[in-house]
C-alpha cells in the first residue's frame, strides 16, 4: 500500500503562488510515475501534469508556462509550483501515484486551491 498526502493549498488572489506538496509513505517502491490532477465543481477530474518517468514533465495546455511540476526523490515527495494563478485553477487539487501502464494507482486525499479575483 502507497498514502499519499497532499499539502499547501489555500485561497490566494488571482496572479499569486502556491506550492503544493504531495509525501508518499508505505510501499514507495511501487511508485515509478507520479502526477497532480485537479476537479473544479461541476467537472470531471483532469490532469494537470505529471512525471511519468525518465525525467519527462507532462503539462496541460492551460498550465504551461505558470505551473511546474517536480519530484525530490529522497523526500519521496512531489511539488507543484503554481505562478500566476487565475479564478479558472480554483479546484481540489489530487496527487496521484503508482506503477506506470499497470498500476495501481493512488490517490491522495485532494487539497483545496482557491484563486479569488
Known amino acids: 500500500q502507497v498514502q499519499l498526502v497532499e499539502s499547501g493549498g489555500g485561497l490566494v488572489q488571482a496572479g499569486g503562488s502556491l506550492r503544493l506538496s504531495c509525501a508518499a509513505s508505505?510501499?514507495?517502491?511501487?511508485?515509478?510515475?507520479m502526477g497532480w490532477y485537479r476537479q473544479a465543481p461541476g467537472k470531471q477530474r483532469e490532469l494537470v501534469a505529471s512525471?511519468?518517468?525518465?525525467?519527462?514533465?507532462i503539462y496541460a495546455d492551460s498550465v504551461k508556462g505558470r505551473f511546474t511540476i517536480s519530484r525530490n526523490i529522497s523526500k519521496n515527495t512531489m511539488y507543484l509550483q503554481m505562478n500566476s494563478l487565475k479564478p479558472e485553477d480554483t479546484a481540489v487539487y489530487y496527487c496521484?501515484?503508482?506503477?506506470?501502464?499497470?498500476?495501481?494507482?493512488?490517490w491522495g486525499q485532494g487539497t483545496q486551491v482557491t484563486v479569488s479575483s
Open positions: 512525471i511519468p518517468g525518465a525525467g519527462s514533465t
Open positions: 496521484r501515484g503508482g506503477r506506470r501502464v499497470v498500476g495501481p494507482y493512488y
Open positions: 508505505g510501499s514507495i517502491e511501487n511508485i515509478n510515475t
